[in-house]
């Protein structure tokens, strides 16, 4: 099970999955060409990328809602073409995806175990499935109140703190979460990061998909960039800084390219809107003096 990428781990550690030289075409559409990627337990991989790059392509093959059409797919070891998300579902493999699946209505307790449901007899066993859950959530660290409370009421964090509990109780050995962080503010994207954290704790190989090199930073061990449906970045965490993984995602030469077309723009400018050729303010230009007349006014030195 050997491959070219360079491990610092502790020997006998073995991928959970590995992808080489990967390729997926719609048609015409070459989505993904030559991607290797290998997940390990406890880790969190990272994959960048801007929009159209190919990163949910690959989490789909992983996830089992597209086949590869050239390269390699190995589950612990095992090549696979995975036909449909149960069969990744039973190998362990769970993913929560930004607009989630969960039922808005349905309170948390039954979307925890929805599709698992406990039963006992005919009936469903709500106080065991309501304990369980309440367990779970609690060993998690994350507080929800009461659990009759529908889903839809909770905000964007904790459902997927939600999601990320869940596919841990259900056995998941590889959780990919799509771009949880996304819609959500600075605190929310902490506490998810955090059970980010938390899944690789619990020994999990997590696939952290993010557009956000900051978010991917705070909890990578490994980071890859797609553009275009190719590798461009594949580093581990100390081989990078976080300078260089923003740097390598905004694309160097690309940030050069549009500096050199923002050279007129000069930031900071501040122009009189009723005389708009009149500059108040700007690199080199005198201060804008506060208490004048407009109250849009800048005070201070822009
Ligand atoms: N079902 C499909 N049929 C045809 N082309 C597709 C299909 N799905 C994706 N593509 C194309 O494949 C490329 C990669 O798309 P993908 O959705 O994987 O990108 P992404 O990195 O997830 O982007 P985003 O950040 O916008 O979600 C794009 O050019 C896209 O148009
Ligand atoms: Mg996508």
Request: hydrophobic share 40%; glycine share 12%.
């Amino acid at each position: 099970m050997s491959t070219e990428t360079i491990h610092r781990r502790p020997p006998g550690v073995e991928p959970l999955v590995i992808m080489q030289d990967v390729g997926k075409s719609y048609g015409n559409v070459h989505a993904l060409r030559g991607v290797n990627l290998e997940v390990y337990p406890g880790e969190v991989t990272c994959v960048l990328g801007d929009n159209g790059a190919g990163k949910s392509t690959l989490i789909k093959i992983m996830a089992g809602l597209h086949e590869h059409t050239s390269g390699s797919f190995e589950v612990n070891g095992v090549k696979r073409h995975l036909a449909s998300p149960r069969a990744a579902q039973a190998l362990g493999i769970a993913t929560v995806y930004q607009d989630l699946a969960l039922a808005p209505l349905m309170s948390v307790w039954r979307n925890f175990f929805m599709g698992n449901e406990i039963r006992s007899g005919l009936f469903l066993d709500a106080r065991r499935m309501k304990t369980i859950a309440d367990e779970e959530l609690q060993k998690m660290g994350i507080q929800i109140g009461d659990l009759d409370r529908p889903v839809g009421g909770l905000s964007g964090g904790q459902k997927q703190c939600i999601a990320i509990a869940r596919a841990i109780y259900f056995g998941a050995k590889v959780i990919i979460l799509d771009e949880p962080t996304a819609a959500l503010g600075v605190k929310q994207s902490g506490v998810v990061l955090k059970y980010i954290a938390k899944a690789r704790d619990a020994g999990l190989g997590v696939v952290f998909i993010t557009h956000n090199p900051h978010h991917a930073y705070l909890v990578g061990n490994h980071f890859i960039i797609l553009k275009l449906g190719r590798l461009t970045l594949d580093a581990p965490r100390d081989a990078l800084t976080l300078d260089q993984l923003t740097a390598e995602m905004a694309g160097g030469q690309e940030l050069d390219e549009l500096k050199h077309e923002l050279g007129d723009v000069n930031p900071g400018k501040v122009v009189d809107p009723d005389n708009p050729e009149i500059e108040l303010a700007g690199p080199g230009k005198p201060k804008v003096q506060a208490g004048s007349s407009r109250d849009h006014e800048p005070k201070g030195e822009v």
